[in-house]
């Protein structure tokens, strides 16, 4: 249950990702917000499904090469889910390129944060449960 509650978070937190991208001049375009979750939820399966060849292909030999071969792949991955959602359009390869760099870093700050919040979360309800254990073994 809880890794369907973090899937939705991490495709609203894609989804107002593309939505702060599309306000940059970047050459990207989002009609909605509706648009924006489905492309995050395209994008999201397009990328369960390449990144473990990626990392089958990841040899020794092209390992210096394979951060640019990953931008690259993922800026494909963009323009493939362009092409699929009406309502969200590259205006040029390089709205692709660079919204799929934009769209990774803001994806990667906003999930370290949700992981931070959460943590503090978590701990905060541990500490709560052991004070609530504690007044219980003091009567």
Excluded at 53 to 66: A, E, Q, S, W, Y
Excluded at 95 to 107: D, E, H, N, Q, R
Excluded at 112 to 121: D, G, P, V
């Amino acid at each position: 249950m809880s890794w369907i509650i973090s899937s939705l978070i991490f495709l609203v937190v894609t989804a107002v990702s593309l939505l702060i991208i599309a306000q940059l001049p970047l050459g990207i375009e989002v009609d909605s917000f509706g648009k924006a979750f489905i492309s995050a939820l395209i994008f999201g399966v397009l990328t369960a499904i390449a990144t473990p060849v990626l990392f089958l292909l990841k040899l020794p030999i092209i390992n210096i090469l394979f951060f640019p071969i990953l931008i690259l792949v993922y800026a494909l991955l963009f323009g493939i889910t362009a092409k699929i959602v009406v309502g969200f359009r590259l205006r040029s390869i390089w709205s692709a390129v660079v919204g799929a760099i934009a769209l990774a870093l803001s994806t990667v700050f906003c999930s370290s944060s949700w992981a931070n919040f959460s943590q503090r979360l978590q701990a905060k309800k541990i500490r709560a449960t052991i004070g609530d254990r504690s007044s219980f073994s003091g009567s």
